[in-house]
C-alpha cells in the first residue's frame, strides 16, 4: 500500500449537511407536489450544471421558459439556497482540522456552484483551514469527469498514487480512482476514522 501524503475531502454531506427539502418542505408542503417539482422541474441534472459553471439566472431563466406557473419555487432555489446547508458535520471537521493540526496535507475537491461555495466559506470558516479548493463550478468541470481530478492534482502538486480521496457518492469515489488516486466512500465519521487507520493515518 503506498504511503498517503494527501488527504482531499469532498464537502456537501461529509462536512456540510445538504437538503433542498428544508426549505420546500414549507414553500411546497404536500409531499407528492414536491416530489414532483424535484422529479420535473428543479431536477438533480438542472441543479448539477450550476455546479458545472451555469449562472443561476441562466438557469431560472431556461425553466421558466418551460415551466411558467413554476416562476416562484424555481427561483426560491438559489433564493433559500442557505436553507438547504443548515449545519456542519461537526465529528468530521474535527477530524479534517485535527489532520491539518497534525500536519497532514488536506486540501477540497467538490461539486459547488462558485457563487454558493462563497457564501459557505463565509459561513463555515473551517472551509478556509485547508490548503487549498478546486470548486466545479469555478472550472467548469464536476466529479467524477476524470479532468477534475487530474486538475485538482496538478493545481496542488498531488502524486495520485499518494493520494486519498474523501466523497460521499461511489461515483465520485470510483471517479477518483480512475484517475489513479486512493479513494474512500464517506458513510461517517466514525468509518472514515477507521479507514484512513488502514491506511496508517491516525485520525
Known amino acids: 500500500m503506498p504511503e498517503i501524503r494527501h488527504i482531499v475531502f469532498d464537502i456537501g454531506k461529509v462536512l456540510i449537511h445538504y437538503d433542498p427539502d428544508l426549505p ?14 424535484f422529479d420535473n422541474v428543479c431536477t438533480h441534472d438542472w441543479n448539477i450544471e450550476q455546479d458545472r459553471g451555469r449562472t443561476w439566472e441562466e438557469a431560472e431563466a431556461e425553466l421558466i421558459a418551460s415551466f411558467p406557473q413554476q ?24 477530524l479534517m482540522t485535527g489532520l491539518i493540526d497534525a500536519g497532514h496535507d488536506v486540501t477540497m475537491l467538490t461539486n459547488f456552484a462558485a457563487d454558493t461555495f462563497a457564501e459557505a466559506r463565509q459561513r463555515y470558516d473551517f472551509l478556509n483551514r485547508p ?38 457518492s461511489p461515483h465520485n469515489v470510483e471517479g477518483a480512482k480512475l484517475a489513479g488516486w486512493q479513494a474512500v466512500h464517506f458513510t461517517g465519521a466514525a468509518k472514515l476514522r477507521e479507514d484512513l487507520g488502514s491506511y496508517g493515518i491516525a485520525a
Open 131 to 168: 490548503r487549498g479548493v478546486t470548486v466545479s463550478g469555478e472550472v467548469g468541470l464536476i466529479k467524477p469527469d476524470r479532468r477534475i481530478y487530474e486538475r485538482h492534482a496538478d493545481a496542488f502538486d498531488l502524486a495520485p498514487a499518494d493520494t486519498i480521496f474523501i466523497d460521499d
Open 71 to 94: 416562476a416562484d419555487n424555481i427561483r426560491a432555489f438559489r433564493r433559500h439556497w442557505h436553507e438547504m446547508v443548515p449545519h456542519a458535520y461537526e465529528d468530521t471537521v474535527a
Open 24 to 37: 420546500y418542505s414549507r414553500l411546497i408542503p404536500d409531499a407528492d407536489e414536491r416530489r414532483w417539482f
